[in-house]
């Protein structure tokens, strides 16, 4: 008669168990990486990589509530920004998808370059960008971010020829409440006022900058 070693029978019940213990650790983390993927892809534009639309929407509207819920006691303003990009439409014409394509890369990579690391930033579809701003100190650092970022997507004219057409219209609207509504249809009609503005001044041959102010619960300035 044979009879099992009962040393060899428990190491390998040992084995068995570390192996299986492995196996769930390896499927855990491969569902790991593929929720995390799932989330990203959900979250973020899948041409430029940063937020999409709905994404940024519901990070500014939680932002809009953390603040009506803790009002800052300092530096309580804050600011919708709606950027869009003049004469796309025409490098797409002209050149095609995959030139306008990496335009929009680039835009979308020169926005976080001239904010702080707090602010939110999303594209919103097609050629528009928005950003949102908190704990902003007073009106003239709200300038002077649109200035800047007026200034670097402009340049992008001198760095590919093909861009030459490119300028860019700011549609801004700061206040200190807590309604993402009202800001967002100013911020929109700033950027349309600011848009118009930019195409009277091109089509009369003079440049520069354009200001425009906006309605709705807070003020608005247009920047192209």
């Known amino acids: 008669m044979l009879y ?3 040393v060899g029978f428990i190491t390998l019940i040992a084995i068995m168990f570390v192996v299986f213990s492995l196996l769930m650790f390896y499927i855990s983390i ?3 990486k593929e929720t995390e993927k799932i989330k990203y892809i959900s979250e973020h534009d899948p041409l430029t990589g940063i937020y999409n639309r709905g994404t940024s929407r519901s990070m500014i509207d939680h932002s809009l509530e953390e603040n009506r819920k803790h009002p800052p006691e300092i530096n309580p303003m804050r600011a919708l920004l709606i950027i869009d990009l003049d004469h796309f439409k025409q490098i797409n014409d002209t050149y095609g998808h995959p030139e306008g394509d990496r335009l929009l890369q680039r835009v979308a990579a020169i926005i976080p370059e001239c904010l702080r ?6 594209r919103l579809g097609g050629d528009e960008f928005v950003i949102y701003l908190k704990n902003i100190p007073d009106i003239r650092n709200i300038e002077l971010i649109a200035g800047r970022l007026c200034t670097r997507i402009n340049s992008l004219s001198d760095e590919n020829p093909k861009w030459k057409s490119v300028s860019s219209s700011i549609g801004i609207s700061y206040d200190d409440t807590s309604e993402s ?4 249809d100013d911020a929109d009609s700033d950027r349309n006022s600011s848009r118009s503005r930019s195409r009277d001044r091109k089509d009369k041959g003079r440049g520069g900058r354009g200001g425009g102010r906006g309605g709705g619960r807070g003020g608005g300035r247009g920047a192209s």
Do not use: L, T
């Open 181 to 184: 509504d009202a800001e967002e």
């Open 30 to 32: 491969i569902r790991k």
């Open 117 to 122: 690391p707090n602010d939110i930033y999303g």
């Open 4 to 6: 099992s070693h009962p």
